[in-house]
């Protein structure tokens, strides 16, 4: 069984952080990783889960994929908007996704196969990131990395999928470090995803709100695609959210081919989404 810690928040930047009152506020925070399939009655499961039969995530060698961090659903039209923007997607990759009433409520009307890693526990409810997929991966892990001055963990989920050519895709749907002075802990967050993505053979997807607002940041993250051969996703309409003149948000990708892709405005989230579509090579 997960071990958990108690953490409480006070005024500040956490409260602001999360979009809440100034108040003083309990958060479970996990000591390890983990991961769900179950979110409508969540039980989270260390690490990693793998599944039996994973059917070709691909339909007829074409894949689309939306990226969208969805600002904790604290906008009354996120519903809509999510249901527009995977409408067409095989794949969608949510950051900052909240376990509310109002997102089990989708889900059990939807037919996605979902995966959440659990970030932390707000009010006994669950945040992090989520993966919507039309089939089963063949296996998903959660990562953790923990935030300096929050001491709030930001999230990745690493996932295989089977596609119709034979070939295995890894996606990655990450939620980069926020709140801190340098880059060591940054960096360390794509270093423990490098371990693993350097033994993988085959198709990437590396995707997310990477929190890139510095140049720095842009380096590292630049360093690591290069490193696996990955590319950066060229938007034919680029309306990603930035601060200080850098966009948050990315797509990359190696072993594809890009047919489209696209960053459209929406008032559902302080984020605006990336869809991107793809043929298998």
């Not at 499961?45 to 070709?56: F, G, K, L, R």
């Not at 994929?65 to 996120?78: A, E, F």
């Not at 070939?167 to 270093?191: C, D, I």
Request: hydrophobic share 45%.
């Amino acid at each position: 069984m997960a071990r958990y810690t108690k953490l409480v928040a006070g005024i500040g930047v956490v409260a602001g952080a999360l979009g809440i009152s100034a108040l003083n506020w309990s958060f479970d925070v996990s000591e390890v990783p983990e991961v769900s399939a179950n979110v409508l009655a969540p039980r989270f499961t260390y690490s990693c889960i793998n599944s039996d039969v994973a059917m070709p995530l691909d339909q007829d060698g074409n894949l689309t994929v939306s990226v969208w961090n969805i600002y904790k659903q604290q906008r009354d039209n996120w519903r809509k908007e999510l249901e527009t923007i995977s409408d067409t997607s095989r794949l969608v990759l949510l950051q900052e996704a909240s376990l509310t009433s109002g997102l089990k409520d989708y889900l059990d009307a939807a037919s996605w196969k979902v995966r959440m890693a659990n970030a932390f526990k707000f009010l006994n409810t669950p945040a992090g990131v989520m993966n919507l997929s039309s089939v089963n991966a063949k296996s998903t892990c959660a990562y953790l990395a923990m935030e300096p001055w929050l001491r709030l963990p930001k999230s990745a989920l690493l996932s295989e999928f089977n596609l119709s050519n034979g070939q295995t895709l890894a996606v990655v749907n990450l939620h980069g470090v926020n709140f801190a002075l340098g880059l060591e802990e940054y960096k360390e967050q794509f270093e423990t995803l490098k371990r693993v993505l350097d033994k993988h053979i085959g198709p990437i997807i590396l995707a997310g709100d990477f929190n890139t607002w510095r140049q720095g940041r842009l380096d590292i993250v630049n360093a690591f695609a290069k490193s696996l051969g990955l590319k950066d996703a060229v938007l034919a309409q680029d309306r990603r959210v930035k601060v200080f003149g850098k966009p948050l948000d990315h797509l990359y990708y190696r072993g594809l081919d890009l047919t489209k892709a696209e960053a459209p405005t929406t008032d559902a989230s302080d984020h605006n989404p990336i869809i991107a579509s793809f043929r298998l090579q």
